[in-house]
């Protein structure tokens, strides 16, 4: 019997060696590949809506499309209207209407594993509003009797998230390594901070010195129902209304923080945090059709939208980012870093009729930033005796590789 408990200790031992072992081979790859990653996502349309005309490239390193040319009217020198093609928009990659959230979250997962290994992470969801942001973060196939941890096709990330946390917390308790997590649902609404909870909305604050939330009041995450009662308190308690573009647009930025501590063998401590950002959509006045409180509403989000530009602009030049001025960027600056994993899933529509704001919403993937931030990358790699420093040499690498991934610049604000 003491054999057989010896032989054991020694494959725990070696399983847990393993453990590390793919946690620092894992982080090495997830530098290779970008700290910020842009992926644009077009949305499925039913019914005999006309679309507009595009054509897709592959990219590359990979098989997956990841440019975009759209067809599009352009005034000749007379007035008269003449065809062609736009600017040719690139992400790292672009999910066609026919794939599904499942092959989405697959492409993304590594940023939920990365935050149980002990790093931070943000995953954003942006786009105009009808454009399926929520259906992409969200969604929860409708199925009888549903077994929990099994993943449905159209499944959004949210739940995907729960269902890979709770695997994540079992294999460690298996290796004999604790993983406790908590979570909490914000809400930003006209640029104020307002905790969700099953009783209801809370105002909140951040505090400057501790750049951080007073009193978050995080939930115990023990079972996968504890995280589905949080979400489900935030998703009753968030802020929807009707515009011309959606007549249930999110009226309000929706995150879900989620923070992880792992507590290994030898008694080292990892703590991850993970943000979850269903963006409220960027508007333009004349297109949504908004007026008086509405008006307000889409202003403020526009407002916090640029500010979130403005960091993702400093972020790709090496520039320190400034977070104070806004409440969505003060609430995210832990996860919005040099040391973090940043995603911008972009969402567009392919309505003919809707052209005009997703050419706004693809502005973010302009050809001509991708010489601007490769610029700034290789002014800042090497100081003093040449030695490279810090996450500057990961920036210059991916881009030398022509990964596009630095390209987050969300459109200005249009009234």
């Known amino acids: 019997m003491e054999y057989k408990e010896m032989e054991i200790r020694k494959l725990m031992d070696k399983l847990r060696a393993e453990e590390k072992r793919r946690r620092l081979l894992f982080e090495e790859l997830q530098k290779l590949r970008g700290t910020i990653r842009v992926i644009c996502r077009i949305r499925p349309v039913d019914g005999n809506d006309e679309l507009f005309e595009y054509k897709i490239e592959k990219g590359e390193f990979h098989d997956h499309p990841a440019k975009l040319t759209v067809r599009e009217d352009e005034k000749g020198l007379h007035g008269e209207l003449k065809s062609i093609w736009s600017a040719t928009y690139e992400f790292e990659r672009i999910f066609l209407p026919g794939e599904t959230n499942g092959d989405v979250f697959g492409e993304i997962s590594n940023f939920v594993q990365s935050v149980?290994?002990?790093?931070?992470?943000?995953?954003?969801?942006?786009?105009?509003?009808?454009?399926?942001?929520?259906?992409?973060?969200?969604?929860?196939?409708?199925?009888?009797?549903?077994?929990?941890?099994?993943?449905?096709?159209?499944?959004?990330?949210?739940?995907?998230?729960?269902?890979?946390?709770?695997?994540?917390?079992?294999?460690?308790?298996?290796?004999?390594?604790?993983?406790?997590?908590?979570?909490?649902?914000?809400?930003?609404?006209?640029?104020?901070?307002?905790?969700?909870?099953?009783?209801?909305?809370?105002?909140?604050?951040?505090?400057?010195?501790?750049?951080?939330?007073?009193?978050?009041?995080?939930?115990?995450?023990?079972?996968?129902?504890?995280?589905?009662?949080?979400?489900?308190?935030?998703?009753?308690?968030?802020?929807?209304?009707?515009?011309?573009?959606?007549?249930?647009?999110?009226?309000?930025?929706?995150?879900?923080?989620?923070?992880?501590?792992?507590?290994?063998?030898?008694?080292?401590?990892?703590?991850?945090?993970?943000?979850?950002?269903?963006?409220?959509?960027?508007?333009?006045?004349?297109?949504?059709?908004?007026?008086?409180?509405?008006?307000?509403?889409?202003?403020?989000?526009?407002?916090?939208?640029?500010?979130?530009?403005?960091?993702?602009?400093?972020?790709?030049?090496?520039?320190?980012?400034?977070?104070?001025?806004?409440?969505?960027?003060?609430?995210?600056?832990?996860?919005?870093?040099?040391?973090?994993?940043?995603?911008?899933?972009?969402?567009?529509?392919?309505?003919?009729?809707?052209?005009?704001?997703?050419?706004?919403?693809?502005?973010i993937a302009l050809t001509e930033y991708e010489s601007t931030s490769r610029k700034a990358s290789f002014e800042q790699v090497v100081e003093g005796n040449g030695e490279s420093r810090g996450y500057e040499v990961i920036e210059a690498t991916v881009v030398v590789q022509g990964d596009k991934c630095l390209m987050t610049r969300l459109p200005a604000p249009s009234g």
């Open 116 to 363: 149980i290994d002990g790093k931070k992470a943000c995953i954003f969801c942006y786009g105009q509003s009808g454009t399926g942001k929520t259906y992409t973060m969200s969604n929860l196939d409708d199925v009888e009797d549903r077994e929990e941890g099994v993943d449905f096709e159209n499944d959004g990330i949210i739940p995907r998230v729960k269902t890979m946390l709770f695997r994540g917390k079992n294999r460690l308790n298996e290796l004999g390594i604790d993983m406790d997590a908590q979570g909490c649902c914000y809400e930003i609404y006209n640029n104020e901070l307002w905790l969700l909870k099953s009783s209801g909305s809370e105002k909140k604050r951040i505090l400057k010195a501790e750049r951080d939330v007073k009193d978050p009041e995080f939930t115990i995450l023990n079972s996968a129902k504890d995280f589905d009662d949080m979400v489900e308190a935030g998703m009753k308690n968030r802020h929807f209304g009707a515009t011309g573009l959606n007549d249930t647009s999110s009226r309000s930025h929706f995150i879900i923080r989620i923070k992880t501590t792992v507590r290994g063998s030898s008694g080292e401590v990892r703590e991850g945090l993970l943000h979850l950002v269903d963006l409220a959509g960027s508007e333009k006045t004349r297109d949504a059709g908004t007026a008086g409180a509405r008006l307000q509403e889409g202003t403020n989000i526009n407002v916090s939208l640029s500010a979130l530009r403005k960091v993702f602009a400093d972020l790709a030049e090496g520039r320190r980012p400034v977070y104070n001025g806004n409440i969505l960027t003060e609430l995210l600056q832990h996860t919005l870093g040099p040391d973090c994993m940043t995603l911008m899933l972009v969402m567009i529509n392919p309505l003919a009729a809707n052209w005009p704001a997703t050419k706004y919403t693809l502005q």
